[in-house]
């Protein structure tokens, strides 16, 4: 059932039981309140009469019309009067009671006796119901008579039969008015909802630009639709990243199979010197170096998005991390004319893995070599403010337009100057880098422009300072 059906439905329930209750309640209190009313009247003109007969000292004949003319009101057509003797029998009546007699009941007759008044209700056929007060008369302790006054409830039961029928008409009219109200207000509340599922129906068919025009209510459905364009938007730049990034991978392994396939067919058109065969097999051993690299690194990062690679958590101690790194650096940088010095090296304990920290200093070092021009120099220092470790590598060889300083970083992203000094590298060494800094919880920072060298700085927390 649609929810706006069944909002209406419990709307319309609920608005229901509360109008019956309302009626049943309100008709009854009104049926209460006639009726006490009627009785105080008739009270108010049955104590009246009994003090007048007191007045008269209780003279046993009362003169009809002497009676009515001391008591106007019990001509009045709605009102009658009765005085019985206490055996029950009627001294006098007013004329006005004229179809039948109307008794003193047992009831009455007894509670006389006890020198009480008593309220009784009567019906007789084919006429409204009357409604009588029988009050004593006493002297000196005994009965003298009873006065009986009565009244019909004819009007009394008119106006309630007109409450009843207001009711009945206005009950059902109220609750038409209300659904066909909440049936509107369910719709509109709900329309939202239904665009939602429309955006989301042509989004699952694969068009992920569509976002949610909404208004920017602060309500419910506006904070569904921000949540809902939110998540769109991150699956889509993560889409695009994937497929990027797999066109980026494919693009870097189609390069050097692209060239490897060149020489070989060249070098097999016709019969050549062993020499020839030598030298393309180098530059195809060079080639899958490098891819077998690409491979190995996209391995790695692909099992660290998945949460696969693990990390040690020991105290390492990064001085003497620095000096390995620096003593393995240096036997590197003489075959290709570099000098690898050590710069400032303070003690500092770091929180961490010990093998990804030194993979990740020699990441920065091996780049500062590659992008360095010959005969560079290349400097390795550690400070330790008190509260972090700063561990540098500069260099003084192509450096970073500062434009690029933060998509270097991003998988095979590589600068265009780089690519024109080495065809060496991957663009996968400082993603791997920033994964393990992350991990540290330390960042990398750069400093480098254009020509002037850069110098690439990790900072990580101390061991004592890491949460
Ligand atoms: N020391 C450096 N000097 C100049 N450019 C650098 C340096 N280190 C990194 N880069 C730039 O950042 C890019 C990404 O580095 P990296 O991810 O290690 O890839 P790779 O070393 O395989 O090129 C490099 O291609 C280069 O453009
Ligand atoms: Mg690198």
Request: net charge neutral; with cysteine.
């Given at each position: 059932m649609p929810l706006r059906v069944r909002l209406t439905l419990w709307y319309g329930t609920a608005l229901a039981i509360v109008l019956m209750v309302f009626s049943v309640l309100l008709y009854a209190m009104t049926a209460r309140n006639l009726r006490d009313a009627v009785d105080q009247s008739l009270e108010e003109t049955a104590t009246a009469a009994v003090r007048s007969l007191e007045e008269r000292g209780f003279l046993p004949l009362i003169n009809e019309e002497e009676l009515?003319?001391?008591?106007?009101?019990?001509?009045?057509?709605?009102?009658?009067?009765?005085?019985?003797?206490?055996?029950?029998?009627?001294?006098?009546?007013?004329?006005?009671?004229?179809?039948?007699?109307?008794?003193?009941?047992?009831?009455?007759?007894?509670?006389?006796?006890?020198?009480?008044?008593?309220?009784?209700?009567?019906?007789?056929?084919?006429?409204?119901?009357?409604?009588?007060?029988?009050?004593?008369?006493?002297?000196?302790?005994?009965?003298?008579?009873?006065?009986?006054?009565?009244?019909?409830?004819?009007?009394?039961?008119?106006?309630?039969?007109?409450?009843?029928?207001?009711?009945?008409?206005?009950?059902?009219?109220?609750?038409?008015?209300?659904?066909?109200?909440?049936?509107?207000?369910?719709?509109?509340?709900?329309?939202?909802?239904?665009k939602i599922t429309l955006a989301a129906q042509r989004i699952a068919a694969g068009d992920l630009s569509q976002r949610l025009s909404m208004p920017a209510a602060h309500d419910e459905i506006g904070r569904l639709a921000a949540t809902f364009n939110n998540m769109i938007g991150r699956l889509d730049a993560s889409f695009s990243?994937?497929?990027?990034?797999?066109?980026?991978?494919?693009?870097?392994?189609?390069?050097?199979?692209?060239?490897?396939?060149?020489?070989?067919?060249?070098?097999?058109?016709?019969?050549?010197?062993?020499?020839?065969?030598?030298?393309?097999?180098?530059?195809?051993?060079?080639?899958?170096?490098?891819?077998?690299?690409?491979?190995?690194?996209?391995?790695?990062?692909?099992?660290?998005?998945?949460?696969?690679?693990?990390?040690?958590?020991?105290?390492v101690?990064?001085?003497?991390?620095?000096?390995?790194?620096?003593?393995?650096?240096?036997?590197?940088?003489?075959?290709?004319?570099?000098?690898?010095?050590?710069?400032?090296?303070?003690?500092?304990?770091?929180?961490?893995?010990?093998?990804?920290?030194?993979?990740?200093?020699?990441?920065?070092?091996?780049?500062?070599?590659?992008y360095s021009h010959q005969g560079g120099k290349v400097e390795i220092s550690l400070l330790n403010d008190g509260r972090e470790a700063r561990l540098s590598v500069s260099d003084h060889g192509i450096g970073i337009a500062p434009a690029d300083h933060k998509r270097i970083f991003q998988r095979f992203f590589r600068t265009d100057v780089a690519r024109a000094h080495t065809k060496k590298g991957t663009g996968l060494g400082l993603a791997i880098c920033a994964w393990i800094a992350d991990l540290h919880k330390g960042r990398i920072e750069v400093k480098s422009d254009l020509g002037q060298g850069s110098t690439f700085t990790v900072v990580l927390p101390l061991a004592h300072s890491a949460a």
């Amino acid at each position: 059932m649609p929810l706006r059906v069944r909002l209406t439905l419990w709307y319309g329930t609920a608005l229901a039981i509360v109008l019956m209750v309302f009626s049943v309640l309100l008709y009854a209190m009104t049926a209460r309140n006639l009726r006490d009313a009627v009785d105080q009247s008739l009270e108010e003109t049955a104590t009246a009469a009994v003090r007048s007969l007191e007045e008269r000292g209780f003279l046993p004949l009362i003169n009809e019309e002497e009676l009515l003319s001391q008591f106007p009101e019990l001509t009045r057509i709605d009102k009658f009067f009765q005085i019985f003797s206490p055996s029950g029998t009627i001294s006098i009546r007013s004329p006005n009671i004229k179809q039948h007699e109307v008794p003193l009941s047992r009831t009455a007759l007894d509670t006389a006796f006890a020198g009480q008044s008593i309220f009784e209700s009567a019906k007789y056929p084919n006429e409204p119901p009357l409604r009588l007060i029988s009050m004593p008369i006493m002297y000196r302790g005994n009965l003298l008579y009873i006065v009986q006054v009565g009244t019909s409830m004819e009007s009394v039961g008119e106006t309630l039969h007109r409450f009843m029928i207001l009711l009945v008409v206005a009950i059902p009219i109220a609750l038409t008015v209300s659904l066909a109200g909440g049936w509107f207000l369910a719709g509109r509340a709900l329309r939202p909802v239904d665009k939602i599922t429309l955006a989301a129906q042509r989004i699952a068919a694969g068009d992920l630009s569509q976002r949610l025009s909404m208004p920017a209510a602060h309500d419910e459905i506006g904070r569904l639709a921000a949540t809902f364009n939110n998540m769109i938007g991150r699956l889509d730049a993560s889409f695009s990243q994937i497929r990027q990034f797999s066109s980026d991978a494919s693009h870097e392994l189609r390069t050097p199979l692209t060239v490897m396939k060149g020489e070989t067919d060249l070098v097999l058109r016709r019969p050549r010197p062993v020499e020839d065969y030598k030298s393309v097999l180098e530059s195809n051993l060079e080639e899958i170096d490098r891819m077998s690299r690409i491979v190995d690194e996209l391995l790695f990062l692909s099992r660290a998005d998945m949460g696969e690679v693990t990390l040690e958590s020991f105290p390492v101690g990064m001085e003497s991390l620095v000096e390995d790194v620096h003593r393995r650096a240096a036997q590197l940088g003489q075959d290709r004319n570099i000098e690898v010095v050590l710069g400032t090296v303070m003690p500092a304990v770091v929180q961490g893995d010990d093998l990804r920290l030194r993979e990740l200093l020699l990441n920065l070092v091996e780049n500062a070599m590659k992008y360095s021009h010959q005969g560079g120099k290349v400097e390795i220092s550690l400070l330790n403010d008190g509260r972090e470790a700063r561990l540098s590598v500069s260099d003084h060889g192509i450096g970073i337009a500062p434009a690029d300083h933060k998509r270097i970083f991003q998988r095979f992203f590589r600068t265009d100057v780089a690519r024109a000094h080495t065809k060496k590298g991957t663009g996968l060494g400082l993603a791997i880098c920033a994964w393990i800094a992350d991990l540290h919880k330390g960042r990398i920072e750069v400093k480098s422009d254009l020509g002037q060298g850069s110098t690439f700085t990790v900072v990580l927390p101390l061991a004592h300072s890491a949460a």
